[in-house]
């Protein structure tokens, strides 16, 4: 299996990763050759790291609930600011309903939607990480 990289060269998986290796490295001269690398008994590089997922709560997680925190008490305080009913008409129906509640019921769905399409995505990134690890042995 070879491709090709942006330069039109062919270069084999091996032939990548050394390149990429030599490029990372600290102490290896900058100058744009590859260096020869000794393949495995199995033929497969030994040098990437395994992929493991964490089982604690990161920073960022806990960033994003006190930010939904602070956006729920916002739309609460809108929602009882703006209890004006309005009038809705929806395939047909006709309802009424205060507009902030509506605008309530438009977040929702948006925030469902959104989670939808980011779990397909996470899903399909996920069964293209397996095959991966697969194909490299682990």
């Known amino acids: 299996m070879?491709?090709?990289?942006?330069r039109g060269e062919s270069q084999t998986p091996e032939e990548l990763l050394a390149e990429t290796q030599t490029a990372l490295d600290d102490d290896a001269p900058n100058t744009g050759s590859t260096r020869e690398?000794?393949?495995?008994?199995?033929?497969?590089?030994t040098?990437?790291?395994a992929t493991k997922g964490g089982s604690g709560m990161s920073a960022g997680m806990w960033a994003s609930l006190i930010?939904?925190?602070v956006i729920v008490v916002?739309?609460?305080i809108f929602i009882v600011q703006n209890?004006?009913?309005a009038s809705f008409e929806y395939f047909g129906w006709q309802f009424e309903l205060p507009l902030?509640?509506?605008m309530l019921f438009a977040a929702i769905g948006g925030i469902l939607i959104a989670g939808i399409i980011g779990s397909v995505r996470i899903f399909v990134?996920?069964?293209k990480l397996k095959k991966i690890n697969k194909a490299l042995g682990r």
């Open 2 to 6: 070879s491709t090709h990289d942006p």
């Open 37 to 45: 690398v000794e393949p495995t008994p199995t033929g497969r590089g």
């Open 47 to 49: 040098d990437l790291p």
């Open 67 to 69: 930010l939904g925190a």
């Open 74 to 76: 916002l739309l609460l």
């Open 83 to 85: 209890n004006v009913p």
């Open 100 to 102: 902030g509640v509506a």
């Open 125 to 127: 990134l996920s069964r």
